[in-house]
């Protein structure tokens, strides 16, 4: 019983498609096209640690101080533009 939900919870998104838009309008038979923006923005941020091994061959100040550096913050600000809705530059 266990295996057939899980084997219905991973075939099930291949079948069910929630974001088709059905046409249902006599009237109109032309989809509306989505708007696409030009640009678009995005800024992140939050903590960080680094996972690199420090070697044992420097020496305890050396150590302290890469110790120093591995953990804070990270912060990232980027933007695009959208030349069409399949081409962007980053």
Same mark, same amino acid.
């Given at each position: 019983?266990?295996?057939?939900?899980?084997?219905? @919870?991973?075939?099930?998104?291949?079948?069910?498609?929630?974001?088709?838009?059905? &046409?249902?309008?006599?009237?109109?038979?032309?989809?509306?096209?989505?708007?696409?923006?030009?640009?678009? @923005?995005?800024?992140?941020?939050?903590?960080?640690?680094?996972?690199?091994?420090?070697?044992?061959?420097?020496? &305890?100040?050396?150590?302290?101080?890469?110790?120093?550096?591995?953990?804070?913050?990270?912060?990232?600000?980027?933007?695009?533009?959208?030349?069409?809705?399949?081409?962007?530059?980053?």
């Amino acid at each position: 019983m266990k295996f057939k939900f899980i084997l219905l @919870i991973c075939v099930l998104p291949f079948f069910v498609n929630a974001q088709d838009e059905q &046409d249902t309008s006599a009237v109109t038979s032309k989809k509306q096209k989505r708007e696409i923006p030009r640009f678009a @923005i995005k800024v992140t941020g939050g903590l960080s640690w680094r996972l690199a091994d420090v070697s044992p061959d420097e020496n &305890d100040l050396t150590k302290a101080y890469i110790k120093d550096l591995k953990s804070g913050n990270g912060f990232e600000i980027s933007a695009k533009y959208f030349f069409n809705s399949k081409f962007e530059l980053a």
